[in-house]
């Protein structure tokens, strides 16, 4: 097991999900974030079934640095409940681990 994370979040516009993926890489909150188009998603809200179009951000990162990116994306997003799911990297390659930790440090 590592110390890295996998953060899925969705948004729903492109602006707003770039943004967000330069603002944490920026900050240093995240190594990279994949920022991926033509998600659709079906969900539970307010009481009834909804269809939305998104995109997803695949956000690399580290243990220690989840609750101040948590709480920059709440911040930033518009959504309010935003999908916030951290999936550990249970391995992986050395180099791009290494490459995750030296990416978070100034």
């Known amino acids: 097991m ?7 979040v969705t948004c729903g516009q492109r602006e707003e999900a ?5 603002s944490l890489v ?6 990279c974030v994949n920022v991926l ?3 659709l998603s079906w969900y539970w809200w307010e ?6 179009e998104e995109l997803l ?11 101040e ?7 930033l997003h518009s959504y309010s409940v935003p999908e916030i799911i951290a999936m ?3 391995e992986g390659s050395e180099d791009y681990l290494n490459w995750i930790d030296n990416s978070l440090t100034s």
């Open 69 to 75: 990116l948590r709480k920059e994306i709440q911040r």
């Open 47 to 52: 009481r009834q079934v909804t269809r939305d």
């Open 26 to 31: 920026e900050q240093r909150l995240a190594a």
């Open 57 to 67: 951000l695949v956000i690399k990162t580290t243990r220690s640095k989840f609750e």
């Open 88 to 90: 550990p990297i249970v």
């Open 37 to 39: 188009p033509g998600i």
């Open 2 to 8: 590592t110390d890295k994370l996998v953060i899925f």
């Open 18 to 22: 770039e943004q967000m993926a330069r």
